[in-house]
């Protein structure tokens, strides 16, 4: 079974803090991607990556940034925290192309809290 | 532009009960289609999917069909169950975009 690891379920962190969010994925996937999730909005790109070092914006990139060093890992990082980054985040992973038989597989998520 | 469109939850059933979610999408060009469930405190995973008109995906005793004509992809269930009490998502796949445009998402309850 294809597994998708985030790192924490749940984060608290204060206002300006620089926060990482990890994300390690066991099928070899090439893409990665981070999404939030927030009610009445459903799931919304952040940022993707389709090799190591490798990174493209989704639709709200702004006050993220991503890190690929590895292939299996993928980090997402908010530089200075802010309220309105309180959202559960979602990893995800699939194999490489653009097929839609390239299914994505989710992790847990991960419920950050900015105070 | 791309996007999906469900209908709006909390959707309240019965054990037994016929369900249906629906959704609608617009796309520039022939996406496939998906749907995704998320159960209380898991991640999303994938339900059913469909990749070209009139196809139908099913799984689990759910099914939902391609509908260009109608742009809709609407999940159905003949007897729902208290199991499958979770959040369902609508989404499609553009070549090229290489990640899902999602809906908004319905919560569904089935009651014993």
């Known amino acids: 079974d294809v597994k998708v690891t985030q790192s924490s379920r749940y984060l608290v962190k204060r206002t300006g803090e620089k926060v990482f969010l990890e994300c390690v994925q066991d099928?070899?996937?090439?893409?990665m991607f981070w999404y939030r999730q927030d009610p009445g909005l459903g799931l919304r790109l952040i940022y993707f990556s389709y090799d190591v070092k490798m990174k493209e914006k989704g639709d709200i990139p702004e006050g993220y940034s991503v890190s690929r060093e590895k292939k299996e890992r993928f980090s997402l990082i908010l530089e200075s925290a802010s309220t309105n980054q309180t959202s559960m985040y979602l990893c995800?992973?699939?194999?490489?192309?653009?097929?839609?038989?390239?299914?994505?597989?989710f992790g847990a998520g991960t419920r950050l809290s900015v105070l | 532009g791309n996007s999906v469109t469900q209908m709006e939850g909390p959707v309240t059933l019965s054990e037994e009960a016929f369900l249906t979610i629906n959704c609608t999408y617009t796309a520039t060009g022939y996406p496939s289609l998906f749907w995704y469930v998320q159960y209380p405190g898991e991640g999303l995973q994938l339900l059913l999917k469909a990749t070209k008109a009139d196809d139908k995906g099913s799984n689990k005793g759910f099914e939902a069909t391609y509908r260009k004509e109608t742009t809709s992809f609407h999940l159905e269930k003949g007897s729902v169950q208290v199991s499958d009490s979770a959040v369902y998502f609508c989404a499609h796949f553009l070549t090229g975009r290489r990640a899902l445009t999602f809906g908004s998402g319905t919560r569904l309850q089935v009651q014993p």
């Open positions: 099928m070899d996937h090439e893409n």
């Open positions: 995800a992973s699939s194999p490489s192309g653009t097929s839609a038989k390239n299914i994505q597989y």
